[in-house]
């Protein structure tokens, strides 16, 4: 299951995520928000956060207007490694080397074609653990 949810900024990128998803026949936890009216993005970051490091969610996307918010808000959160980047290089080596487990979106910065395409890589790559895990291990104790 995929745990995704959104601001205003981010909410029709939300929902043509969600729907090409849901294409694929992947189960997809929505969180909200459910309109493009003005909220406050920690909120919503720190749903999906929690369901990602509780393992209710295996992955988790949030969307906002650039996706910095979101990711800043989620990595607060004990347990999630979350990534904003536009490249595809970056969201390959951030499942590779770091185990990422949320990706965040910005809905006025990227188009639909590259954030399926990244949203693809982010979802197919699988974490290679070895000499990493330590690192990811490190890393979560700086929490």
Do not use: W
Not at 16 to 41: N, Q
Not at 100 to 121: D, H, K, P, Q, S
């Amino acid at each position: 299951m995929i745990a995704i949810a959104c601001d205003h900024g981010g909410y029709q990128l939300k929902e043509e995520i969600k729907k090409y998803l849901e294409g694929k026949g992947i189960e997809v936890k929505d969180f909200g928000t459910d309109s493009t009216a003005s909220v406050d993005y920690p909120v919503y970051a720190k749903k999906v956060a929690e369901c990602v490091a509780t393992k209710q969610a295996e992955k988790g996307i949030l969307c906002c207007g650039t996706g910095l918010g979101m990711m800043l808000c989620a990595n607060k959160t004990e347990g999630v490694r979350a990534i904003c980047t536009n490249d595809s290089y970056s969201v390959k080596f951030s499942r590779l080397h770091n185990n990422a487990n949320v990706i965040c979106f910005g809905g006025r910065t990227m188009g639909i074609e590259a954030v399926l395409y990244n949203l693809e890589i982010f979802l197919n790559t699988e974490f290679e653990g070895g000499r990493h895990q330590k690192r990811v291990e490190l890393y979560d104790k700086i929490l």
